[in-house]
């Protein structure tokens, strides 16, 4: 398994930015992609961006391309979401995760992103 721990959450103004980011421990020499989920009050948890651990590669959700984006320092075990043009509508509790062959997703404890109109 990987332990996950995020920092960087809190409360920013429309138009503002935040960097998330999430450390990873563990079996972290096995881990083959992260990434960051959201859910919102009274909504499903939704995917937001992953990043290939080795290959570097990335996706996004449809309503953050263009804002945010994600990034991971292998030495350092540790993904990142820099987070620009912040909407009300990005408030949520973020996620970190964590994919693992054979053993499935870690998820972190989750950190409060609110952003006022």
């Known amino acids: 398994q990987v332990q996950l721990v995020e920092s960087g959450g809190g409360l920013v103004q429309a138009g503002g930015s935040l960097r998330l980011s999430c450390a990873a421990s563990g079996r972290t020499f096995s881990m083959y992609a992260m990434g960051w989920f959201r859910q919102a009050p009274g909504k499903e948890r939704e995917f937001v961006a992953v990043?290939?651990?080795?290959?570097?590669?990335?996706n996004y959700a449809d309503s953050v391309k263009g804002r945010f984006t994600i990034s991971r320092d292998n030495a350092k075990n540790t993904v990142y979401l820099q987070m620009n043009s912040l909407k009300p509508e990005d408030t949520a509790v973020y996620y970190c995760y964590a994919d693992l062959p054979n053993v499935g997703r870690s998820w972190g404890q989750g950190i409060q992103v609110t952003v006022s109109s």
């Open positions: 990043i290939g651990w080795s290959s570097g590669n990335t």
